[in-house]
């Protein structure tokens, strides 16, 4: 198999995880974990091909994705209770798949299009589509709504990838100056606390105010 096909089953299993992690939080049955699992593995790379036109999406035409989150699930299930911290490991885990998925998202974006705007954009979806799912569905604060840099990870991973790969460098070695990029900032963000400055001033009026 190609770097970016085990980029791709490493995101899946990855971000799967992490779904499998929140059903556990939340105390579901075998079939939440699979479900959560499912749609937290392959949420954002079903955008990404909607997005690029590739339908059918990329788990119908190979459904070995289902498998792999299906296996994730189950193991995560047997296992959960296990973990001292499984929002500890959750997080971890996210920032991984995160910066393997930006990579992949990039890859296939400059594919299909050729534009390394695309590329960018296409792996940031890839990236953190399917967290910002998962915590939807666990009815959890979303990644984009937490202090530290989560989706400019995304974005340093897909464009460093895309800037290597301009420059003519091998695919392992674009790929790995995404990877690591992504994952420094990112892993960075949960280490050391890094943010942005926030918005200050005055809130909006509630719109029961404004009539």
């Known amino acids: 198999m190609s770097l970016l096909v085990y980029l791709d089953y490493a995101g899946i299993a990855l971000f799967a995880a992490t779904g499998a992690l929140a059903a556990s939080r939340k105390q579901l ?8 699992a499912m749609v937290t593995g392959t949420g954002g790379g079903t955008v990404r091909d909607i997005v690029l036109g590739r339908v059918p999406v990329f788990w119908v035409l190979n459904p070995a994705y289902i498998l792999v989150c299906c296996i994730v699930g189950v193991i995560v299930f047997f296992t959960a209770h296990l973990l001292e911290s499984r929002y500890r490991l959750l997080i971890w885990l996210d920032a991984i798949g995160l910066a393997a998925y930006c990579v ?11 534009s390394p ?3 960018i954009v296409t792996g940031t979806l890839t990236a953190t589509f399917g ?14 709504l937490r202090p530290e840099i989560y989706v400019t990870a995304a974005l340093v991973g897909a464009g460093v990838f895309t800037f290597a790969n301009a420059l ?25 606390g890094w943010t942005f400055p926030i918005y200050k001033h005055k809130p909006g009026r509630h719109p029961d105010d404004v009539m």
Request: hydrophobic fraction near 60%.
């Open 117 to 119: 705007t695309i590329a």
């Open 168 to 192: 003519g460098m091998p695919l392992y070695l674009a790929s790995g100056c995404g990877v690591a990029a992504a994952f420094a900032v990112r892993g960075g963000a949960l280490w050391f």
């Open 104 to 114: 992949l998202g990039a890859a296939k974006g400059l594919a299909a299009t050729g």
């Open 131 to 144: 967290g910002i799912l998962r915590d939807l569905m666990a009815n959890e604060p979303s990644v984009l």
């Open 29 to 36: 049955d075998l079939i939440g974990f699979l479900f959560f």
